[in-house]
């Protein structure tokens, strides 16, 4: 171990800047960009720093976050100028389904504002950097966006989607209630309904905002199938989930023409599944269908962290908290890193040389997503990976802080006690 740590010491890179990042990016289509938490405000800065780079310097034209679609589609018309919103805080307002911090926090709410104002600099034109989102939890607010578009362009379109899509309507507004109604065989699914929807979208004339109305049809079909097969296991529903995600970034890619694209998403769903644990269980994600899909034209960034604070619930519709992150274990790709003595830097994974062999061998991995339990952080925290096959690039910042949510609850503000508490007061 003494021996891998002081060669990942001499091929550590400081982080003074993001060169060494930007460059290997110049022939790229896809940049996949992760995170190890939801709530890490060094992870979401380094992000929006190194996409800002990439837009302006090799011509990145669209950005695909882990959020739904009709949310982050008020963002693309905020900062493409569509949009009566007045500022970024505004246009963000639409992400009110839990975890609200993930895209309502500062850092986004900075970064859609440079969006808006780099987009309508002088001379931009139509040249301007698209804001979607590749999610699929939205389905009432997609089956509204695509009701709202035919009534516009096609009133007797819209009475035969309204009368498809009251078979979901008519279990009001709790999509999980209807995938567990539907999984037992209670009532019958509404899988026929929603996915003649779409084939009926897909042989429409296109007109002003047809995409946009195409990609909420589609989220709908995938979302009632995703609904229903939560409830037979969480492979089958997480499988669904990233292919609908990589589909969409295909689909933008496609109606763009010619897209480069950065997508921002968690660690889990970025680093190729091949090299983790996730994979003996069946488990596919973003990062392996990206790179089976698009071969050399695709780079994914990957970050880790050993201590700190972050922003996470302590359980499922929870409130934000600011709460510590516990140093990492032994025997963690962490706490490897933490060894190495650099506070920030970052490691080329494709050029590892002697280290190689070590980081290509099972390592644990932290994963924080919206939910943090540190009372019970190894078994809902960890996994096992192969880092050096999981990701192209990784960053490690050894202490972190809490990423800032636009709304902030007392709880948050006060943070958690220290782990001394009562006897350290």
Known sequence: MAQTVA???TMAQPLAG????VHPCRDKQIVLIGEATHGTHEFYEARAAITKRLIEELGFNAVAIEGDWPDAARVHRYVTGSTADGDAVEALSGFRRFPTWMWRNTVVADFVGWLHARNHAPGRGAHKVGFYGIDLYSLHASMRAVLDYLERVDPPAAARARERYACIEQFGEDAQRYGYIASLGISESCEREVLAQLVEMERAVRSEGFFDAEQNARLVANAERYYRTMYFGSTPSWNLRDTHMTDTIDAIARHLGDARIVVWAHNSHLGDARATEASDHGELNVGQLVRERYGDRALSIGFTTHSGTVTAASEWDGIAQRKRVRRALPGSVEELFHQVGIERFLLDLRNLGEV????????????IGVVYRPETER?????????????DFVLHYDTTRALEPIEREPRWVTGEPPETYPAGL
């Open 18 to 21: 993001f060169d060494a990042l």
């Open 7 to 9: 060669a990942l010491r």
């Open 379 to 391: 078994a809902s925290h960890y996994f096992r990976c192969r880092i050096a096959e999981q990701f």
């Open 356 to 367: 190689s062999g070590a980081l290509r061998e099972d390592l644990l991995e932290r994963a």
